[in-house]
């Protein structure tokens, strides 16, 4: 039997952890990215790829070079990173750093192993809600919003690019979800967003390719 490959990113920890326990327990073979690893990531992964900075060119492309030959039938840019910017007290760098992961980070990565994904594969960015302009009604989060509202943009581009090749591509909020980067705050357990979010992506085809989604099903605002 052909193996189904699942590629995803930021998976030492977190969401992106619990994704790649979840693939592999269902029979993908799982290839964890990150900069990383972990005892966890190395228990459920078939295969690990750490030293990974989505940010470098560099980087990225020793990924594609160590991923060269494998069908990805999965891409799953999860790598995010959220810091706290307020208005009097923004941290200009900080918000440049959050673009680079959050928006630039899924994109070349995207393009650098797009080629690698056959028709029928699929691409899932985890983006947010805080991303949506017309759900932000309590401000702050300057660069978070705006990295995550920029790889909405990104994504829907990409789904009608990558379209025409067979490839379905979808913009996913995971919830509020208890992680580190929530420092434990959230409202749902990774367990039960990946739960939504896997359910999400094995709905995702070429008819609603390019949608923004809520990992409990509902179509977002952008």
Same mark, same amino acid.
């Given at each position: 039997?052909?193996?189904?490959?699942?590629?995803?990113?930021?998976?030492?920890?977190?969401?992106?952890?619990?994704?790649?326990?979840?693939?592999?327990?269902?029979?993908?073979?799982?290839?964890?990215?990150?900069?990383?690893?972990?005892?966890?990531?190395?228990?459920?992964?078939?295969?690990?790829?750490?030293?990974?900075?989505?940010?470098?060119?560099?980087?990225?492309?020793?990924?594609?070079?160590?991923?060269?030959?494998?069908?990805?039938?999965?891409?799953?840019?999860?790598?995010?990173?959220?810091?706290?910017?307020?208005?009097?007290?923004?941290?200009?760098?900080?918000?440049?750093?959050?673009?680079?992961?959050?928006?630039?980070?899924?994109?070349?990565?995207?393009?650098?192993?797009?080629?690698?994904?056959?028709?029928?594969?699929?691409?899932?960015?985890?983006?947010?809600?805080? &991303? +949506?302009?017309?759900?932000?009604?309590?401000?702050?989060?300057? /660069?978070?919003? #705006?990295?995550? !509202? $920029? =790889? @909405?943009?990104?994504?829907?581009?990409?789904?009608?690019?990558?379209?025409?090749?067979?490839?379905?591509?979808?913009?996913?909020?995971?919830?509020?979800?208890?992680?580190?980067?929530?420092? &434990? +705050?959230?409202?749902?357990?990774?367990?039960?967003?990946?739960? /939504?979010?896997? #359910?999400?992506? !094995? $709905? =995702? @085809?070429?008819?609603?390719?390019?949608?923004?989604?809520?990992?409990?099903?509902?179509?977002?605002?952008?």
């Amino acid at each position: 039997m052909k193996k189904r490959v699942v590629v995803i990113t930021g998976a030492n920890r977190g969401i992106g952890l619990e994704l790649a326990q979840h693939y592999s327990h269902v029979g993908r073979y799982v290839i964890g990215v990150c900069r990383q690893t972990s005892g966890e990531l190395e228990a459920a992964a078939a295969r690990v790829i750490e030293h990974v900075d989505v940010t470098s060119g560099e980087s990225v492309a020793r990924l594609a070079g160590a991923l060269a030959g494998e069908r990805i039938d999965l891409l799953i840019n999860n790598a995010g990173l959220l810091q706290e910017n307020e208005l009097g007290c923004i941290d200009f760098d900080s918000l440049r750093i959050q673009m680079e992961v959050n928006a630039y980070g899924p994109l070349r990565v995207t393009e650098a192993l797009m080629s690698l994904i056959p028709v029928g594969g699929k691409i899932a960015n985890i983006s947010s809600v805080l &991303g +949506s302009i017309a759900r932000n009604d309590f401000g702050a989060r300057y /660069g978070y919003r #705006a990295s995550k !509202a $920029a =790889l @909405n943009a990104f994504g829907k581009s990409l789904s009608v690019d990558l379209k025409p090749r067979g490839i379905a591509v979808a913009q996913l909020h995971p919830g509020y979800v208890q992680t580190g980067m929530t420092k &434990g +705050s959230g409202e749902i357990t990774t367990t039960e967003s990946v739960e /939504g979010l896997t #359910a999400r992506i !094995a $709905a =995702l @085809n070429l008819q609603n390719t390019g949608s923004f989604w809520h990992q409990r099903g509902e179509l977002l605002p952008w």
